[in-house]
């Protein structure tokens, strides 16, 4: 049996707690955590939280979803934004909404939901000229959210609707911890930042209600995700999603879809462009499958080098930095007891940086997701997408993409750093993003 420490991270401030790190730099304060103990008191502003830093107590939160369930103040303000759906919903719903949902992520809707993934990437690429710099994560949530978009509606959506999503999206999660932080009272004012969210959050539910009405209206079956959201039927309950249950299912498809797959693509091209080893290992993958062409779904399956550089950007640059979970009884953690309604804090980060976890944590190693080292790996050692029942429904959709992605952009350019990033993540946004990073794609010649 596990024997696992405690202790509390120093350097809280009166009425704001741990609030300065986690916005100046919160992947180091993060990562520092696990030298203090497994489990780790911090403050929250003026609440305290506790912080599994062991794969163990992490692993063991994350599949005990009774007793710690999705709650807390980012799960509040989380519900208040995205809805209801899937992957904001407490313990109680979720059984039923993960049995309606999984029939729109089954193997052979990912086959036909890649035919976009395809089309979208080869034309972006295709845009590019020979030497192209680009400030790789808008242009990368612009592709995310152009997938993400035609997959959910096969109707199109023109440019115009993407571009007011894409919108909305910024200006109301760009500032989710904030949001999240703030003092209902001080939510409530008038401010010009407070008027800016409330009005994208109108805009966005508003848009998605429209699209949902006219598809119900419509009535007709076109084979993409919301068509299956419409046809999914709780064969133990006997009822299908509602519509406004549709709606929130939408919200969080449109947000798990693009801000994810948008980071980890940034990070990936980053971490290629500071290896160029690596990168190199990369495009011979991608000419000896792809022979100069863009990646097709039947090609993921030839390209492991390619998945081997996503689940290691993943574990270095988790797009969901830190989440909350809230004791729904009396439990002990660490052999520490903790009341009802105790926050607990999920941060990855934590445990994939740890050296107990990792030989040489912080370096960027494909290749420790070859199967017999991960399989040495400690149980618990990467949860980049959760775990147990609510482990992300649409993991292998993200996952499918980046490869499909990385492996376009490695079969026709080569990917350069150049001077102006700042890779400071976006303070208190939703998901683990650099500020800016401006990089050079160029043309590579006949092979």
Known sequence: MSTFTTGTAPGALPGLGHMWPLLRDPTAFLASLPAHGDLVEIRLGRERAYVPCHPELLRHVLTDDRTFDKGGAYYDRARAMAGNGVATCPHRDHRRQRRLMQPAFHHDQLKAYAAVMEHETAALAASWGDSEVVDAYPVLYALALRTVTRTLFAAHVDEAVVEEIRQSFETAFSGFFRQMFMPPAVRRLPLPSNVRHRRALRHLHGTVEGI???????????????????SSQDTEGGDGLTDAEIQDQVVTVLAAGTETVAATLTWALQLLSEHPEQQRRLQAEA???LGGRPARWDDIARLPFAARVVNETVRLHPPGWLFTRVTSAETELAGRRL????????APTTVHRRTGAYARPLEFDPDRWLADRAAALPRGAFLGFGAGARKCIGDDFGVAECVLVLATIAAGRTVHSVPGADTRPVPLAAFHRPRRLPLRLDRRGPR
């Open 287 to 289: 000419d000896a499958v």
């Open 212 to 230: 949902v009405t006219a598809y119900r209206r419509d009535g007709a079956g076109r084979g993409d995700l919301l068509s299956v959201l419409f």
């Open 339 to 346: 009341p009802p309604d105790t926050t607990v804090v999920i």
